[in-house]
C-alpha cells in the first residue's frame, strides 16, 4: 500500500469537488488509480468518463495513463493545457 | 532573465526594455504579449488556474530547450493566473539573439508549447456564464513543426 498525494485541476477538480486528496493504494499504474477511483463514487465516475479529454502528470512531468506508480509520490488529472 | 509566475500585472514595456538592457552581444530583440481578448456577448473576467510548482518547472524546461536549440543571448517567460479583465497582459516571452532569425524562431517556440506543455487552464466567464476553453487541435499540431526530423 502507498499514500499519494491525488491533484485535480481545472473542470476535473470542480467535478470531483475537491482539488487535493491523499489517497491510499495498491494501483500499479495509473490506468488502475483511475479505476479505484471511478469506483468510489458517480463524481468520480463522471470526471474520468472519457480519459482522451484528460492528460496526467507523475510528480510533477506529464506522463500517461499506463504508466506505473511505483516510487511517484504526487499524480495530477487535468484537461489538455491552455496557456499562453 | 529566466521564469516568472504571477497573479500581478507586469509592464510589458518596461519588462522587454529591462531585458534588452541585460543582454550581451544580442542583435535582435523579440518580443511576444498576449492580451486577453474580448469576446461577443461580453467577457467580463478571464480565470487562469495552474499547477504551482509543475508550471514553474514546464516554463524553465521549455526555456532550456529554446537555449538549447537555438544561438540565443537570453530568453525571458512571464505568465499570468488568476482574475484577468479583457485587455489585460496574459504573458510574454522575450527571446535575444545576434540575428532576428534565431529570435523569431525561439520567440514562435516558446509561444507553441506555452499553449499546450504549460500546466495552465483558462475559464471565461461572460453574460452566458462561465466555461472553460477548450484546447485547440492545430495548438497541438503546431508542436509537430518543431519535433526533429
New interface residues.
Given amino acids: 500500500m502507498m499514500r499519494l498525494d491525488v491533484?485535480y485541476?481545472?473542470?476535473v477538480?470542480e467535478r470531483i469537488g475537491l482539488p487535493r486528496e491523499k489517497v491510499d493504494t495498491k494501483a500499479a499504474t495509473v490506468a488502475d488509480l483511475v479505476a479505484e477511483l471511478m469506483a468510489r463514487e458517480d463524481r468520480y465516475a463522471a470526471a474520468f468518463a472519457d480519459l482522451s479529454a484528460l492528460r496526467v502528470?507523475l510528480d510533477?512531468?506529464?506522463s500517461s495513463f499506463d504508466a506505473p506508480l511505483e516510487g511517484v509520490r504526487e499524480v495530477?488529472f487535468?484537461?489538455?493545457?491552455?496557456?499562453? | 532573465m529566466g521564469v516568472r509566475v504571477q497573479a500581478e500585472p507586469f509592464d510589458f514595456g518596461a519588462e522587454a526594455n529591462a531585458f534588452a538592457a541585460q543582454v550581451q552581444g544580442a542583435g535582435a530583440v523579440v518580443t511576444f504579449t498576449g492580451l486577453v481578448r474580448d469576446i461577443p456577448g461580453g467577457l467580463s473576467v478571464m480565470e487562469i488556474e495552474h499547477y504551482p510548482g509543475m508550471t514553474e518547472r514546464a516554463l524553465e524546461q521549455i526555456r532550456a530547450e529554446a537555449l538549447a536549440r537555438w544561438s540565443l543571448a537570453d530568453a525571458l517567460i512571464i505568465h499570468r493566473h488568476g482574475q484577468l479583465a479583457a485587455g489585460d497582459t496574459i504573458m510574454m516571452v522575450a527571446t535575444a539573439a545576434r540575428h532576428r532569425a534565431d529570435a523569431f524562431a525561439a520567440a514562435e517556440f516558446l509561444m507553441d508549447y506555452l499553449k499546450s506543455r504549460a500546466p495552465f487552464w483558462k475559464k471565461e466567464h461572460g453574460a452566458a456564464g462561465a466555461q472553460w476553453v477548450a484546447a485547440k487541435d492545430e495548438d497541438e499540431a503546431a508542436l509537430d513543426r518543431w519535433q526533429a526530423p
Fill in positions: 491533484l485541476f481545472a473542470f477538480r502528470a510533477q512531468e506529464l495530477a487535468f484537461p489538455p493545457m491552455t496557456g499562453g
